[in-house]
């Protein structure tokens, strides 16, 4: 049976997102602007923007200048350039839906997503009429069937992280069973030795692989909305044709260009980095360790999990946070919390001291 849009569910109910302080300042008030933001996982401390010339705001875009900065930042090209990664996220399911390219597509509507990731992927596979199937381990993916498999490079937010062997065997079996392979990539700017695009797969790229990128995340440019795919050849009309002639604005585009050129800026952000982790797992961890009542966590460069005892556990310390004006990132028995500046590691350390004191230590629960 073929797959179709008649068994679509483009009515769905939408994931939710951190960075999202004004949906709390319309629940709870302005005080709300007032909290320390460590919800989204983004660069706390982003590349600096400069003054924008105004004909960038009304000149129609033209992408050459940072596709070819992009090559020179990723090593190699990309197929295309959308408004933030998201963008492909929503553009494949129709993509491959229209391309009819894969028996399977036509077998099976089953996608494969990590149990607990950016819930976005399972989403967008799910409004175009695919079936979710969830995975705990990559390994699991060697011995079915599936059309696509999407794997999060590190995963956000369990930090996983997928060796270039295990993704080379998926890759394998994917393009054996004709089915495709989406791995996003979106927080490998801060771990580069991670990425694909520095494999032998990246150079020469399979066509059942896709390979997303981001700056919102290691650049702290999410607002910007820039992205990239990289994906063989065969995909290259298909993919810019249903992202349109300007997915990106120029202002976007410019800023973006010189972000990638900015060498000097992104070796100092990578050792900022590693200095702003140590000064949160000496001060700072400790306390989330005792607040949450867990030390079963795992640490990114841009983020740390904290994984609790439930789900309801979770939900109490996350609103006991907001009374000391921290924001976190609220999953299904998980908490995310952002790297902050250097300079906002005070400011956390005291409203966390403030809440121990306040609640007296493991009676938060």
């Known amino acids: 049976m073929s797959v179709g849009l008649k068994s679509s569910k483009l009515s769905s109910t939408p994931p939710k997102h951190g960075g999202d302080l004004a949906y709390w300042q319309r629940k709870v008030g302005d005080d709300a602007l007032t909290w320390l933001d460590l919800s989204s996982a983004c660069n706390r401390e982003p590349w600096p923007i400069p ?42 399911p129709p993509m491959l839906l229209a391309s009819q390219s894969s028996a399977l597509l036509t077998a099976t509507k089953m996608v494969f997503v990590p149990r607990i990731g950016y819930q976005e992927h399972a989403f967008a596979w799910q409004k ?9 381990s990559l390994e699991e993916l060697l011995g079915q069937k599936w059309a696509v498999a999407v794997v999060i490079q590190p995963n956000n937010p369990t930090g996983e992280i997928a060796s270039h062997h295990i993704l080379s065997r998926l890759i394998a079996h994917a393009e054996q069973q004709g089915a495709n392979i989406v791995v996003d ?6 771990c580069p030795e991670l990425s694909l695009l520095n494999s032998k797969q990246g150079k ?46 120029t202002p976007s585009l410019h800023l973006v260009t010189l972000a990638f050129a900015d060498k000097a800026w992104q070796s100092q952000a990578l050792q900022g980095l590693k ?9 700072v961890m400790p306390k989330f360790n005792t607040i949450f009542d867990s030390q079963d966590s795992v ?22 946070l907001h009374q000391v004006g921290v924001h976190t990132r609220l999953g ?6 952002a790297l902050p500046a250097l300079n906002e590691m005070d400011a956390l350390n005291s409203a966390l001291i403030r809440l121990l004191k306040t609640a007296g230590g493991r009676e938060l629960a």
């Not at 175009?128 to 969830?134: H, K």
């Not at 990539?185 to 801060?190: L, Q, T």
């Not at 640490?299 to 310390?317: C, G, I, R």
């Not at 299904?332 to 919390?337: D, F, L, N």
Request: charged fraction near 20%; include cysteine.
């Open 275 to 283: 200095v702003r982790q140590a000064a949160f797992v000496e001060r």
């Open 299 to 320: 640490t990114n460069p841009l983020f740390v999990t904290w994984f609790l005892e439930s789900e309801e556990y979770a939900k109490q310390v996350f609103d006991m």
């Open 51 to 92: 003054e924008i010339a105004p004909a960038l705001w009304m000149d129609l875009p033209d992408q050459v200048h940072l596709l070819e900065e992009a090559e020179r930042y990723f090593g190699c090209r990309p197929t295309a350039i959308s408004a933030g990664s998201q963008h492909i996220i929503e553009s494949l």
């Open 185 to 190: 990539e979106a927080f490998v700017d801060a």
């Open 332 to 337: 299904e028995g998980w908490i995310r919390v």
């Open 128 to 136: 175009w009429g695919f079936d979710i199937a969830y995975y705990d």
């Open 204 to 249: 020469s790229l399979s066509e059942s692989l896709f390979v997303l990128r981001s700056v919102g995340k290691f650049f702290g440019l999410a607002g910007a909305r820039v992205g990239f795919v990289f994906c063989a050849t065969k995909w290259q009309a298909a993919i810019k044709n249903l992202l349109g002639p300007w997915p990106v604005a």
